[in-house]
């Protein structure tokens, strides 16, 4: 068995579950798990779909042993805090998705733990319609240099053309970058009252900084 897809089955544990020596898809989407247990006997899993359950915590520890990953799906859970500082053994990992989410980046009330070590491996991660208030452009640059697309997206990122790039565009690789849209998480836009919509010249002025300062 390489593909087992459980979904919609308002499953609420996985706890104890022994997965085939095998397999390299799971995807259980829509259920209600909130914990993920420390994954064994996943040495060939290549993808994971976590999207669309109840997790308010993940740490990465639970997946140290899953070697081959490559993909990650989070997305539309209620995460507030994510631990990515166990992913060091996983040399495959190429996409990270934790869109849709309650992360915040606030200097009191940080989300995310970043990894201790660089993880080169990365080239797609997706933090759209989170809470973040501020890009953290220091810590992919210093733990993800190799990243090819960065989702910020609905978030509550005041965004004009005077915001700082400096680090992103260290990025040798560094080729799709999303900051623009409300976010759908808050009723009354972000805290300053402000539409976080952006024009098609401020987009333009953006890109243009980032790719003068790639140069």
């Known amino acids: 068995l ?22 390299r898809t799971l995807s259980f989407a829509n259920n209600n798990l909130v914990t993920l247990p420390e994954l064994t006997n996943v040495d060939f899993l290549e993808k994971l779909d976590l999207s669309s359950n109840k997790f308010d915590y993940f740490t990465s520890e639970s997946l140290k042993a899953a070697y081959s990953l490559n993909t990650l799906d989070l997305s539309n859970n209620e995460l507030s805090s994510v631990d990515l500082r166990h992913f060091d053994q996983c040399l495959a990992l190429k996409s990270l998705d934790l869109s849709n989410n309650q992360l915040k980046n606030e200097i009191e009330s940080t989300s995310i733990v970043w990894p201790e070590k660089e993880l ?6 997706n933090l759209s319609a989170n809470l973040l208030t501020s890009i953290p452009s220091k810590q992919i640059t210093k733990f993800l240099p190799g990243i090819f697309k960065l989702d910020l997206s609905e978030n509550c990122i005041d965004v004009t053309p005077d915001l700082d790039f400096e680090d992103l565009a260290k990025l040798q690789y ?18 300053n009252g402000q539409t976080q919509n952006c024009s098609s010249i401020v987009k333009n002025l953006i890109l243009f900084k980032l790719r003068k300062l790639q140069r």
């Open 174 to 191: 560094f080729c799709d970058f999303l900051i623009c849209g409300s976010n759908k998480n808050l009723e009354n836009g972000n805290p």
């Open 2 to 23: 390489e593909v087992l897809t459980a979904e919609n089955c308002e499953i609420t544990s996985i706890v104890g579950v022994e997965f085939p020596k095998g397999i």
């Open 120 to 125: 080169v491996q990365v080239r797609e991660l």
